[in-house]
Nanobody, 126 residues
Framework: QVQLVESGGGLAQPGGSLRLSCAASGFTFSSYAMSWARQAPGKGLEWVSAIYSDGSDTYYADSVKGRFTISRDNAKNTLYLQMNSLKPEDTALYLC???????????????????WGQGTQVTVSS
């Protein structure tokens, strides 16, 4: 049974930082690409970042490029999202997703997921 459990969300001030984690179980974590997406109130789902199964390539949405860093520890079956220079517009429910593939064609990312976590809320406000 696939399980994805996010943690690390909370309240941060503009310009602050948070580190999200996603603990994975029920599948061979090191064999699949993983992603972070977010859902802000009244807005559609935005794919924020993704990482190859071996961590050798990543994708970032333009809205977070240069501020967020995705990483993974395959020995710990855990996905991370380091979020720096947070802005109020980063406020959203952040979800971890398991990709169906180990990788995508470099430079041509598109989401192809099959499992989601429950999400962790990030609120950026002064």
């Amino acid at each position: 049974q696939v399980q994805l459990v996010e943690s690390g969300g909370g309240l941060a001030q503009p310009g602050g930082s948070l580190r999200l984690s996603c603990a994975a179980s029920g599948f061979t974590f090191s064999s699949y690409a993983m992603s972070w997406a977010r859902q802000a109130p009244g807005k559609g789902l935005e794919w924020v970042s993704a990482i190859y199964s071996d961590g050798s390539d990543t994708y970032y949405a333009d809205s977070v490029k240069g501020r967020f860093t995705i990483s993974r520890d395959n020995a710990k079956n855990t996905l991370y999202l380091q979020m720096n220079s947070l802005k109020p517009e980063d406020t959203a429910l952040y979800l971890c997703a398991k990709d169906k593939r180990p990788r995508w064609s470099s430079g041509s990312y598109y989401p192809s997921y099959d499992y989601w976590g429950q999400g962790t809320q990030v609120t950026v406000s002064s």
